[in-house]
């Protein structure tokens, strides 16, 4: 479900990563995906709280016909559409991190209830969860980055205490 592009600015994030590339790419690459991550969730989680959720069990044909002629059918329970919705982290440059928010694809039919068809409206979840999560993704992604750069000092910092533990012995 492409079609929004939205760039939240985190300032001081090159330098942090100057920092973190100085530990090693590897550590890098993990705290950063792993604070990515955990702010895409906090919209995730704001976008699946507004999506539309039926009452009944859906049915939806599928392209097959069993041998007898008969049709097939997928049931559908309500909430699909609120449960199919993910968080990707994609590309990691020093400048920028994407972020990938969409759904599974079990429930094909979300862009047509954001953006509407020439029968309905769209209703916009998407984008109004972006929107009034925003702020709050940012905190969450700064708490995450700092707690992670402190959890891989104090790992790079034990190593180092043991290594002169090994030494003195």
């Known amino acids: 479900m492409a079609g929004f592009d939205f760039d939240f600015h985190i300032d001081g994030l090159s330098e942090v990563n100057k920092v973190l590339n100085e530990l090693g790419p590897e550590l890098t690459t993990q705290v950063m995906r792993t604070a990515a991550r955990a702010g895409g969730k906090v919209i995730a989680e704001e976008i699946s709280a507004r999506v539309p959720v039926g009452q009944y ?22 909430g699909t559409a609120k449960r199919s919705i993910v968080v990707k982290v994609g590309e990691i440059t020093e400048r920028s991190i994407k972020i990938l928010i969409t759904n599974r694809g079990i429930a094909y039919y979300l862009m047509f209830l954001e ?26 992604f700064r708490d995450t980055l700092i707690k992670g750069v402190a959890r891989v000092t104090a790992k790079l910092a034990g190593r180092h205490r043991s290594n002169k533990r090994r030494r003195a012995a």
């Open 57 to 78: 069990l859906t049915h939806e044909k599928v392209n097959h016909t069993r041998k007898n002629g008969t049709s097939v059918y997928r049931a559908q329970m309500p």
């Open 115 to 140: 953006w509407g068809t020439k029968h309905i409206s769209g209703k916009h979840y998407f984008y109004r969860g972006m929107e009034a999560s925003a702020e709050e993704a940012i905190r969450v």
